[in-house]
Antibody, heavy 119, light 107 residues
Framework: EVQLLESGGGLVQPGGSLRLSCAAS????????MTWVRQAPGRGLEWLSA????????YYADSVKGRFTISRDNSKNTLYLQINSLRAEDTAVFYC????????????WGQGTLVTVSS | DIQMTQSPSSLSASVGDRVTITCQAS??????LNWYQQKPGKAPNLLIY???TLETGVPSRFSGSGSGTDFTFTISSLQPEDIATYYC?????????FGQGTKLEIK
């Protein structure tokens, strides 16, 4: 059974940084792309970033390019999202998702971790 | 980047009703379209991929159709457990954007 467990969220001041983690189990982690998606309170889903199974290729939404960095450690079956220069509008639940094998779309999702940016 | 326009943004229907949601892509995406269901406080759940293929275990009252730029998601007979927000998402090329969502309520 695929399991994805996000962690690292919390309250952070504007301008601060945070690293989110996503621990994966139940599948061969290194064989699949992974994706981060966020959802601001009461709002819709926003695709943020995806990374290949090897970690060699990464893609970002224009809205977060330059501030967010996706990475993975296949020896630890863990996905990361480094978020810098946090703004109030970054307040959201951040989800990690396992990518479908051929097309990379989010196939299985974790339960999310809440990031709140406030002074 | 491809933009996805979903309508309506909210919908109220009675148990047993047929419910239809539409999603339009800003350019041809062939059949590279998913539909997700998100219940309050939960993560999204993939219902349909390739525009019309039901994910394993998804009830047959759910269906999807379309190709190119225009897509439709249908619940043939609305059940109380179908109360959720539904999202379309394309996967033609990155970034894989979502529609704005349709919040479905029971009348």
């Amino acid at each position: 059974e695929v399991q994805l467990l996000e962690s690292g969220g919390g309250l952070v001041q504007p301008g601060g940084s945070l690293r989110l983690s996503c621990a994966a189990s139940g599948f061969t982690f290194s064989s699949y792309s992974m994706t981060w998606v966020r959802q601001a309170p009461g709002r819709g889903l926003e695709w943020l970033s995806a990374i290949s199974g090897s970690g060699a290729s990464a893609y970002y939404a224009d809205s977060v390019k330059g501030r967010f960095t996706i990475s993975r450690d296949n020896s630890k079956n863990t996905l990361y999202l480094q978020i810098n220069s946090l703004r109030a509008e970054d307040t959201a639940v951040f989800y990690c998702a396992k990518g479908e094998s051929s097309n990379w779309y989010p196939e299985y999702w974790g339960q999310g971790t809440l990031v709140t940016v406030s002074s | 980047d491809i933009q996805m326009t979903q309508s309506p943004s909210s919908l109220s229907a009675s148990v047993g009703d047929r419910v239809t949601i539409t999603c339009q892509a800003s350019q041809d995406i062939s059949n590279y379209l998913n539909w997700y269901q998100q219940k309050p406080g939960k993560a999204p759940n993939l219902l349909i991929y390739d525009a019309s293929t039901l994910e394993t275990g998804v009830p047959s009252r759910f269906s999807g159709s379309g190709s190119g730029t225009d897509f439709t998601f249908t619940i043939s007979s609305l059940q109380p457990e179908d109360i959720a927000t539904y999202y379309c998402q394309h996967y033609d090329n990155l970034p894989y954007s979502f529609g704005q969502g349709t919040k479905l309520e029971i009348k």
